[in-house]
């Protein structure tokens, strides 16, 4: 909902729906995501050894923050930094990583997992975040979408 509010400039004409080449812009935006999320479950299940439950809540704040990272990378064509987001979407995306870091430092509903990962992945979101848009921007212009 906070998304309605939003600070993103509208198009200087009408655009026309070109559902080819906006599926192929989410195919790849959503293989990134996916890519960053089997990323970080591989560094829980490889290099810290998490047992089951622990990455289940390790998916649970990567799918959170990965999420969070690609609304800010779709919510403008150009680079993510060109425009502002409203207050009430910086409000809404800090009380989601509050909450969702809260329950999976803290174990409620899930199997609690030490900050250092939490932590990392917030940051390994942010990093995704910025190499996404490296790549969304030129994607859009080649696609013409931009």
């Given at each position: 909902?906070?998304l309605?509010?939003?600070?993103?400039?509208?198009?200087?004409?009408?655009?026309?729906?070109?559902?080819?080449?906006?599926?192929?812009?989410?195919?790849?935006?959503?293989?990134?995501?996916?890519?960053?999320?089997?990323?970080?479950?591989?560094?829980?299940?490889?290099?810290?050894?998490?047992?089951?439950?622990?990455?289940q809540?390790?998916?649970?704040?990567?799918?959170?923050?990965?999420?969070?990272?690609?609304?800010?990378?779709n919510?403008?064509?150009?680079?993510?930094?060109?425009?502002?987001?409203?207050?009430w979407?910086?409000?809404?995306?800090?009380?989601?990583?509050?909450?969702?870091?809260?329950?999976?430092?803290?174990?409620?509903?899930m199997?609690?997992?030490?900050?250092?990962?939490?932590?990392?992945?917030?940051?390994?979101?942010?990093?995704?975040?910025f190499?996404?848009?490296?790549?969304?921007?030129?994607?859009?212009?080649?696609?013409?979408?931009?």
């Amino acid at each position: 909902m906070s998304l309605t509010t939003d600070n993103v400039r509208g198009s200087s004409q009408p655009n026309s729906w070109q559902i080819g080449k906006l599926s192929i812009a989410g195919f790849v935006m959503g293989i990134g995501e996916l890519i960053f999320c089997t990323v970080v479950l591989s560094v829980g299940l490889y290099h810290y050894d998490l047992n089951i439950g622990a990455l289940q809540t390790l998916v649970f704040i990567t799918i959170i923050f990965g999420n969070q990272a690609t609304t800010y990378n779709n919510r403008v064509r150009g680079y993510l930094w060109t425009t502002k987001p409203s207050n009430w979407v910086l409000a809404s995306s800090f009380a989601d990583i509050c909450i969702g870091s809260t329950l999976a430092l803290s174990g409620i509903a899930m199997t609690p997992i030490p900050v250092v990962l939490v932590a990392g992945a917030f940051v390994a979101a942010i990093v995704f975040a910025f190499a996404l848009d490296m790549l969304k921007v030129p994607l859009f212009a080649k696609l013409e979408i931009s």
